[in-house]
């Protein structure tokens, strides 16, 4: 079963604009969510995070927003620059079994010059 | 970067095969983990060690079997490779909260069953 779903395969926008990547879970024991970034050949890595008794996390042009009730997470882009293009994976996992974290299929951004 | 090495990086076997995955790690992380890849499902966990000799079944375990001797290796067996088994498969480390913090990821294993 998909606990965590990205919905959108893949995202264009052009560079200096906003990209809006989008996740949702169905597992409401989840408190704990991450984004990570992978590049063609390479290993993912991680981007940002968001605890469950936060609602928003930022960093640099990275922010991360998190609306338990929809059980959905998004996170924004801000500006958009090529060398952001990459696939972006959304995880969630819950306390007391941090070794169960479950990834989304992942969604294609591309930036556009 | 993390200290992460994965080997080999490629390979391909023909089915009913044994294939052993090997895993190291130079940040002395008490958690290691190994992902398959594949298209439409995202990483999937398939065993994870939490300690030297410590392991555990993740989500997708069935059909392999994993080892750690020695903290700084961990070692993903399959015992008799499937082409369901083709994948790419990622190990992955972290301290000692788990995966409750950011994991660092190897550069992946490109896995054919053939």
């Known amino acids: 079963d998909q606990q965590v779903k990205q919905n959108s395969p893949s995202l264009s926008v052009q560079e200096g604009r906003i990209s809006i990547l989008n996740c949702d879970y169905t597992?409401?024991?989840?408190?704990?969510f991450l984004w990570y970034k992978k590049y063609p050949a390479e290993g993912p890595t991680f981007l940002i995070s968001?605890?469950?008794?936060?609602d928003k996390n930022e960093d640099g042009r990275f922010t991360v927003f998190l609306n338990k009730s929809a059980k959905h997470l998004s996170l924004h882009i801000v500006p958009s620059q090529p060398g952001d293009s990459a696939v972006y994976f959304c995880?969630?996992?819950?306390?007391?079994?941090?070794?169960?974290?479950?990834f989304g299929a992942g969604t294609r951004l591309t930036v556009k010059p | 970067d993390a200290g992460i090495t994965q080997s080999p990086r490629h390979k391909v076997t023909e089915t009913g095969t044994p294939v052993t995955l090997r895993c190291h790690q130079t940040?002395?992380?008490?958690?290691m983990y190994w992902y398959r890849q594949d298209p439409g499902h995202g990483l999937r966990l398939i065993h994870y060690?939490?300690?030297?000799?410590?392991?555990d079944k993740g989500e997708v375990s069935d059909g392999y079997s994993v080892s750690r001797s020695k903290t700084e290796d961990f070692l993903l067996t399959l015992e008799s490779a499937t082409s369901s088994q083709t994948s790419v498969y990622f190990c992955?480390?972290?301290?000692?909260?788990?995966?409750?913090?950011?994991?660092?990821f190897g550069q992946g294993t490109r896995l054919t069953v053939v």
């Open positions: 995880a969630a996992s819950k306390s007391g079994d941090n070794n169960d974290m479950r």
């Open positions: 060690s939490y300690g030297v000799k410590d392991t």
């Open positions: 940040e002395n992380h008490r958690y």
């Open positions: 968001i605890s469950s008794i936060k």
């Open positions: 992955a480390i972290s301290g000692n909260r788990g995966l409750n913090t950011e994991a660092f």
């Open positions: 597992n409401s024991m989840f408190d704990y």
